[in-house]
């Protein structure tokens, strides 16, 4: 009963490096979301998945990129990333919006 | 933007003693939904509560919503130290939206 998983837990970059942070979910909801959550911050929304084959900003886009790859599959890339993006990234999936969402544990991402 | 705003920031408490948050929001809403986050790990789902109901009760939890002033409680009632966490409230303005607003949560230590 796995919910919500994220990959990887722990990453630490160099300004300019890029990577992908990879959320799974095996609930088979409709939407996904990505969220950065910085000290005394709380979570604000990167980008959401309405549902399959849709991506849209929310309210702190910019710097990254998100594919669905499937129903299942939600990531989000950094081409090139910068110190301002360290932060902790939560993914969250579900039924549809506006309903209650499951996160997964989080990626403790560092940028030097 | 934050929409939901939590107060107090900390909370400290006895063990079995009641813990009383707070959260004010801005808009109106379709929802307001309650989180715990223990430290290091993902949000989870504690209750929902929607714009038409004034109390709700889960447990322990006590919910309540005032839509008139914008604000909602959140009481847990003879706390224990496995209740130590950050609180959560997520705002939810309906209309098709799918974007939950959080906001910045307060850190409950309850001491043994």
């Known amino acids: 009963n796995a919910g919500v998983t994220q990959t990887p837990k722990f990453q630490v970059l160099k300004t300019g490096q890029s990577m992908t942070l990879q959320c799974a979910q095996d609930?088979?909801?409709?939407?996904m979301y990505w969220y950065r959550q910085d000290p005394g911050m709380g979570l604000r929304l990167i980008y959401y998945?309405?549902?399959?084959?849709?991506?849209d900003k929310g309210e702190v886009p910019n710097g990254y990129n998100v594919s669905r790859l499937n129903k299942r599959e939600f990531s989000l890339r950094l081409e090139s990333a910068a110190p301002s993006q360290t932060s902790v990234y939560f993914c969250?999936?579900?039924?549809?919006?506006?309903?209650?969402?499951?996160f997964g544990a989080g990626t403790r991402l560092s940028v030097l | 933007s934050q929409q939901g705003e939590e107060d107090p920031q900390a909370l400290s408490i006895q063990e079995g003693e009641n813990a009383t948050m707070n959260c004010s929001y801005k808009?109106?809403?379709?929802?307001l939904q309650w989180y715990r986050q223990n430290s290091g790990r993902g949000l989870v789902h504690l209750i929902l509560i929607r714009s038409n109901e004034r109390e709700k009760h889960s447990g322990r939890l006590r919910v309540t919503l005032d839509t008139s002033k914008k604000s909602s409680s959140l009481l847990i009632t003879a706390s224990r130290a496995a209740d130590t966490a950050s609180y959560f409230c997520a705002t939810d303005p309906g209309a098709g939206s799918y974007q939950l607003t959080f906001g910045k949560g307060t850190k409950l230590s309850v001491i043994p």
């Open positions: 609930m088979n909801h409709n939407s």
């Open positions: 808009t109106s809403i379709n929802n």
């Open positions: 998945s309405a549902s399959e084959g849709t991506t």
């Open positions: 969250a999936s579900s039924p549809a919006g506006g309903n209650i969402q499951y």
